[in-house]
């Protein structure tokens, strides 16, 4: 339909339609109804892909201009064939209306409609003043009234009252009329049509029930992390599952599997489905296990390999043997230099916690970058108050190395979260620290290690692997150089661990965009510059 704007306000009307309208009003008038139909088509336009995304307000402002569109093209020729497909497409939108129930952003909508009020009274307001203060510039004297008329006219007539400027600047400024009005009424439209934007977090009902929920269900180390501050929860229609998300512009990307109840997971994620079209976002499934794949599929999801985590028997971990030579030199060389592993449970004391405090500023220092989130905890003092800790003293007492620890809230598997160290250390302080670590677990009876998750890491390296997935394998191979992802792979494989696949789960391509930069938002707490800086 606007398309059939466009090219209707363009071309000529039937010349004995326009002879029957010329005895009821004069050319001015039809050409604003060509105007106008030129005005509405481009707006129908930029509304179609909102109304794709299913945006009850883009449907609203489709059906107003629509009627717009009606009498336009009756006014300008008396072109029915146009008015009639108009009116189709308004009786179709209207049989249609329960379909359109995505949700803009309220706030945004309520700042859109100030705008548009806005920007129509500062338009005028600005024209008015201008005609006033620089009819000199004009071949006309324009006293308050007639600057009204004039700026009125600017809108709503084809040839601007015959308004001539004598000067460039007269002209330059009546485009700018124009200009600020297109820029103003612009900016009303972008507000009116904005995904729902989480301005608030869960609030702590929503985080105790999650907590509950993780504590009865969480097989993965994500649970834990899925109640940190950042995220907020969608609960499955039967209440026994959540899924833990963070939503950023267009897209909402979820932390792991819901959380719950194996029967209940399929539940969980087509309520999230729903949620997620309700508020025009985009569903995502960050850090996947293989094991949902097939559900996912089945719903209509594609998968991406994103890397591999590195879980470690610890039935099976030992030092002895050629391979872990490396390994024992590096822990009888600290040894000897003073070097003391020390495991510390929680709560951690104020003294501790302030020399943790120092190695971890000086680590973000060394990376020249910032805490990261979202899959990964960050330093605070309550955060690594309640975790375990293990870490490595220097024959003075300092501490120079440190990782906290917690383990899953079902099973007996731990996982390592934050890995910090001094600027300046031994040569094998972090094989040191690894290798006490995995001892120390061994002998609390746990049964594997999880040292999460390393990006890119068996990612497209088949032959059947999929297109995405070859690039991304090639990508990470040129971009080693800025971030050292084979470098983390070879720590971690030190230490003889089995490399589980993990994944990315989005709804089609084209969203795909948009939720890479959801992640890259979540991980970086919007500090996308940090984001590309280089980590352990």
Known sequence: MGVVNLLSAVSLSYYDRIQWLDGFYTFPIRATGRMFAAITGFILLMLSANLLRRKRVAWLLTVGLLIISIISHLVKGLDYEESLLAGALIVQLLLMRN???ANSDRPAITQGIKALIGALLFTLAYGIAGFYILDRQYSVNFDLQNAVSQTLAMFFTEDNAGLQPKT????????????????????????LLRPV???DRSDA??????KAIAQEYGQSFLARLALLDDKAY???????????YVAKGHSAIALGDPIGAIADRREAIIGFQHFCARNDWYPAFYQTSPDSIDLYK???????????????????????GKANQNLRTAINRLTKTGHEFAFYTPPISDRILEQLKVVSNEWLQLMHGAEKRFSVGWFTDDYVRNSQVVAVHTSNGDICAFANIFPAYQGKE?????????????NGTMEFLFASMLQQYQKLGYDSFNLGLSALSG???TKGSPHLERVLHYLSAHLNQFYSFEGLHSFKDKFNPQWQPRYLIYPTLTALPSIITCLVRADSGDRLWDYFKPDL
């Open 99 to 101: 379909v359109f129930t």
């Open 168 to 191: 460039q600047f007269g002209e330059f400024f009546a485009n700018s009329i124009y200009i600020i009005g297109f820029a103003t009424l612009s900016y009303a439209l972008i507000m």
């Open 197 to 199: 934007l989480l301005h």
């Open 205 to 210: 009902v929503d985080r105790k029930r999650a």
């Open 234 to 244: 969608y609960f499955s229609p039967s209440g026994a599952s959540t899924i833990s």
């Open 298 to 320: 089945s719903l209509g999801f594609r998968s991406l390999q994103i890397g591999e985590e590195a879980i470690i028997d610890l039935h099976k971990f030992s030092l002895k």
């Open 414 to 426: 731990v996982t390592i979260d934050l890995m910090r160290r001094r600027l300046e250390v031994e």
């Open 459 to 461: 990612v497209g390296e």
